[in-house]
């Protein structure tokens, strides 16, 4: 075989079938000519919505219940002088195969802040494409009691694959229920968990075969998806300065994350800092951990990740980049961005590094088309 318009038809086949996103099918498609015409792979195959109707209030909402994919990309310039140029942004998959271009700090798209990101045309032949996470929201309508009007709600869930081929699904959340509640795709229906929880768990994970969800209490929710066994625990030095809650995976270790806010006598005078821990399965706790093991972590409340500093060059290795939500809105996005370092063990605007405010501007003329 002298090249790959070579190879037989149906290993092509095999690889097309593994294509999930426009950036994918492009780089397939400039392969070679041949590649470009493959008859079964005239599109990507979007992910396929997972339905999950909710079920019926008096408004008659409920029904449209489904689960929308986040991915977190990293574009890095085609060329090195003086030295490469990155850009980071989040696409949506919809239901219906749009796809929406997202600030990674805020829930907005490009169709509602056309002063953040309007209609473009990416240059993606010249660039370099990385994938550095994906996550799932429940996009839904509720009837909002004694409004008498219908709100579209977005909210973080956590999924799981039950089978190897994920044709079948178990989502955890707290929806329009009461208390968190699990979807199984083989029963067609929503189950609520005998448990009381918070109105507003603070992250929701599935990690080795198992559900996580913490809330505001710091109390830790374990949800078997098989049987719906449940299971509590508490961190057993637990922080009384926690203001906000994280749960995300890194490698193979389930992580809690906690910004801890120490109140100074104004607003910008009040001390930040977070704590980590890592999950110790066989005795139910969180083990209190120094940094984040040479990552960076990104805390959103729509799509939150870690990476190796070295997938992101000019990073600094153990720090948190996330949205200070204490910080007036009428800020520009990325002037509320902070930047906690444990080396230093202190805060910095995002403003002030300009290796990392590069990543969050909008969109570069590096990354647009000429067409």
């Not at 090195?80 to 798209?109: A, D, T």
Request: with cysteine; aromatic share 12%.
């Amino acid at each position: 075989m002298s090249g790959w318009s070579e190879l037989p038809p149906d290993i092509i086949h095999s690889i097309s079938l593994q294509i999930d996103n426009p950036f994918s099918l492009i780089h397939f498609r400039s392969v070679c000519s041949s590649w470009r015409s493959f008859s079964s792979i005239l599109k990507f195959r979007p992910m396929t919505p997972l339905k999950c109707p909710l079920p019926l209030d008096s408004g008659g909402c409920g029904d449209d219940c489904h689960i929308l994919t986040s991915r977190v990309y990293l574009l890095k310039s085609p060329n090195s002088n003086p030295r490469p140029k990155y850009w980071l942004f989040r696409l949506q998959e919809k239901g219906n195969g749009e796809i929406v271009l997202y600030s990674l700090f805020l829930g907005r798209n490009s169709s509602e802040n056309k002063f953040l990101y309007p209609s473009l045309s990416l240059n993606l032949l010249d660039c370099q494409i990385f994938v550095l996470a994906h996550e799932h929201v429940a996009y839904f309508s509720e009837w909002i009691e004694g409004l008498d009007f219908v709100m579209d709600l977005v909210v973080p869930i956590g999924s799981m694959g039950l089978d190897g081929k994920n044709n079948e699904f178990a989502i955890l959340g707290k929806l329009s229920f009461e208390s968190l509640a699990m979807y199984r795709s083989a029963d067609e229906c929503w189950t609520e968990l005998q448990i009381k929880t918070d109105p507003y768990p603070q992250g929701i994970v599935s990690y080795k075969g198992k559900f996580y969800a913490i809330d505001r209490t710091g109390r830790t929710i374990v949800v078997e998806p098989t049987t719906l066994e449940v299971n509590t625990f508490r961190r057993s030095r637990p922080s009384d300065k926690t203001m906000r809650r994280w749960l995300l995976k890194l490698a193979d270790k389930l992580l809690l994350v906690e910004m801890c806010r120490e109140r100074g006598y104004g607003l910008y005078e009040d001390k930040i800092w977070f704590e980590i821990s890592k999950l110790d399965e066989k005795r139910n706790n969180w083990d209190q951990a120094e940094d984040v093991d040479d990552h960076v972590l990104f805390l959103d409340y729509y799509c939150s990740f870690a990476c190796l500093a070295t997938e992101i060059p000019g990073f600094r290795a153990n720090s948190i980049v996330f949205l200070d939500m204490w910080r007036t809105s009428d800020l520009p996005t990325h002037e509320r961005i902070s930047v906690f370092e444990f080396s230093e063990h202190g805060l910095r605007s995002l403003i002030d590094i300009p290796e990392y405010i590069e990543l969050f501007r909008t969109p570069p003329g590096w990354v647009l088309s000429n067409e």
